[in-house]
């Protein structure tokens, strides 16, 4: 197969396969698009067999199975067995709130490799106020003690901001706790939903600044024991998070209803055309397909950063948030210090930090359910 490219590409290590978009809880910092695909739209099983087929052939090495839920979808464990037949490593990301134990041991059969669970809180007060779903913590609770039982290796997800950045060392009580072996501390991205609630999930720098000093102590005291990996909020920064590290370098995703796309918030860039695996094998999407190249390499770059040398570290940060932020994806991530529009973002998530606490829940039923 040949593929026109200028760009040197390498094969994905990584996709994230997004089973569906329903869900059980209501998060306010839900990153999934604001429009949802609905049940109708999802790729049925032979399908997504094939695309984990393609997806070993090309060179992808580890499948997220993700969402929404992906324990939604009753054929969860033919989806395992068939990353599990490609050679894939599998990761469940789950809410952990609808998995008894008959069915994890289904999954654990069918050969899953790894879980990775969602905390909205390290409280149940706050994983049932964040998630607005009473009873979920100690479902997340009883969850994470079948999955160490089972002896399957558990990953602690915490997204973070205003309403839950206090609790970072409970996060980690928990995660010790609980017997995980890694536990991801991420600050809630302004994507998709999460952007209607900005104002409600922005912390201060100085809350900030506090949980990166926790986040350490953390990692100092628990060397060996608990490997903690923490993304923090960039908007306070004053260098942009290497998003993706690299449009099309690195990771693709696919969406329930087989569109592809090269990040999970891509389809915010309206000019983009995304290719769907019922159209094309995902080899030819991931070399040839103008979304994967759009902003792929660094021929894109605005002059700032073609002359920066950190252009093949940065990549030029965040391609949705500067359309997001500046009208044009091409611009240099506003985060940066050397974006013009720089301290117009500092000031912008000072305010918001200050501002109404209420969230906006997501409520899957009236756009996914039945549909
Ligand atoms: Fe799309 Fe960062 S989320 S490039």
Avoid at 146 to 166: F, K, S
Avoid at 174 to 190: D, K, T
Avoid at 303 to 325: H, V
Wanted: proline fraction near 6%; include cysteine; charge should be negative.
């Amino acid at each position: 197969m040949t593929h026109s490219q200028a760009y040197d590409v390498q094969p994905p290590m990584g996709m994230l396969a997004e089973l569906t978009h329903r869900c059980p809880l209501q998060c306010p910092y839900c990153s999934n698009p604001v429009a949802l695909e609905r049940r109708r739209q999802e790729l049925d099983t032979a399908t997504w067999q094939r695309v984990f087929a393609e997806a070993a052939e090309l060179g992808v090495l580890q499948v997220h199975l993700s969402g929404g839920e992906p324990a939604l979808r009753p054929d969860l464990p033919e989806l395992v067995k068939a990353c599990v037949d490609a050679g894939l490593y599998s990761n469940l990301i789950t809410a952990g709130v609808n998995i008894d134990r008959a069915r994890l041991e289904t999954l654990a059969d069918a050969g899953l490799d790894h879980v990775q669970l969602s905390f909205q809180g390290a409280t149940p007060e706050v994983t049932d106020h964040v998630a607005n779903m009473t009873g979920a913590h100690a479902r997340k609770r009883a969850f994470a003690a079948e999955v160490t039982d089972i002896g399957l290796p558990l990953t602690l997800n915490a997204v973070i901001h205003r309403a839950n950045l206090h609790q970072i060392d409970e996060f980690v009580d928990l995660a010790v706790e609980l017997g995980a072996r890694r536990l991801e501390i991420a600050h809630a991205q302004y994507y998709g939903w999460a952007l209607v609630n900005r104002a409600a999930l922005m912390p201060s720098r100085e809350q900030v600044m506090e949980a990166v000093e926790r986040v350490e102590a953390a990692r100092e005291r628990l060397q060996g024991r608990l490997v903690i990996d923490a993304v923090v909020p960039d908007y306070h920064a004053r260098l942009p998070k290497p998003c993706m590290n690299g449009w099309g370098r690195q990771s693709l995703n696919v969406t329930p209803s087989g569109k592809v796309l090269p990040c999970h918030a891509a389809e915010t860039i309206p000019h983009l055309e995304f290719w769907n695996v019922a159209d094309h094998g995902l080899g030819d999407i991931w070399y040839d397909s103008p979304a994967f190249n759009a902003y792929r390499g660094t021929d894109w770059m605005p002059e700032t950063c073609q002359s920066c040398e950190r252009k093949e570290i940065d990549w030029g940060g965040c391609r949705c948030q500067a359309l997001m932020l500046t009208g044009d994806a091409a611009q240099m991530d506003p985060v940066c210090e050397k974006s013009p529009y720089h301290d117009e973002v500092q000031t912008l998530a000072v305010l918001d930090a200050a501002g109404d606490p209420d969230f906006t829940y997501r409520r899957f039923a009236r756009t996914t359910e039945g549909a």
